[in-house]
């Protein structure tokens, strides 16, 4: 079975450019996860998709920052215009649940290296 | 209050040696207690994990032991190998906030053959 599955892998561009995130989660995965992991840190949280809807995006920074799940499938995470400080991995993830009441075990994808010049 | 913080920032272990990271919390709203393993360029893959109603969980070389008193949990590698070399990170649930999990920041394990 193919694994969460992210694009580019790779990405530098220069600051005030938009750039934008491909995610294509494990078949049969409803709930889906962003996350930003800056160097030497662990995940942080952006926005949790439950199907097409948006459960949880209080971390993500709004007036920059937008995502989409077209379908309840693929994810598509934007940045428009980056600055210096979006330097980092950005890992998508995606899992079965639904309740927060039962524990569903979070695959992680390899992530895309975004470098802000 | 949603602050994991995780101990030692990095960690080097003689092949055969016993590795212990330990992370502490303070909100008593988390309700499970995951830790990832991370390989360069890869992205976490979850390792093992426990509920807080449970001290001890243990799967092959890897044991958590939790204390819920105290608010801490560690991770316990047995005869740890340089396969195991790895940025370890320990992580917990929120059983309110839509199952978000916080992550510590992250321990860097190196085992020398």
């Known amino acids: 079975e193919a694994g969460v599955v992210q694009s580019p892998r790779y990405k530098i561009i220069e600051k005030k450019q938009p750039v934008a995130f491909w995610c294509n989660p494990i078949?049969?995965?409803?709930?889906l996860y962003w996350y930003r992991q800056n160097l030497g840190q662990g995940p942080e949280l952006l926005i949790r998709y439950e199907n097409e809807e948006a459960v949880d995006d209080s971390q993500l920074p709004k007036d920059r920052f937008s995502a989409e799940r077209l379908k309840g499938v693929d994810s598509t995470l934007k940045i428009q215009p980056a600055e210096l400080g979006d330097s980092a991995v950005y890992l998508c993830?995606?899992?079965?649940?639904?309740?927060?009441?039962?524990?569903?075990?979070?695959?992680f994808g390899p992530g895309t290296r975004l470098t802000v010049l | 209050q949603q602050q994991v913080k995780q101990s030692p920032q990095s960690l080097i272990v003689q092949k055969g040696g016993i590795s212990i990271i330990n992370c502490a919390y303070e909100n008593t709203a988390f309700d499970y207690f995951p830790w990832y393993q991370q390989f360069p360029g890869k992205g976490p893959a979850l390792l093992i994990a426990?509920?807080?109603?449970?001290s001890e969980k243990k799967e092959g070389r890897f044991t958590i032991s939790f204390n819920k008193s105290a608010k801490q949990f560690s991770l316990h590698i047995m005869d740890s190998q340089p396969g195991d070399s790895a940025t370890y990170f320990c992580?917990?649930?929120?059983?309110?906030?839509?199952?978000?999990?916080?992550f510590g920041q992250g321990t860097i394990l190196t085992v020398h053959p």
């Open positions: 993830a995606s899992s079965l649940g639904r309740d927060p009441g039962n524990y569903n075990e979070q695959f």
């Open positions: 078949s049969g995965h409803n709930t």
């Open positions: 426990i509920r807080p109603d449970v």
């Open positions: 992580a917990a649930r929120s059983g309110t906030s839509y199952g978000k999990l916080t």
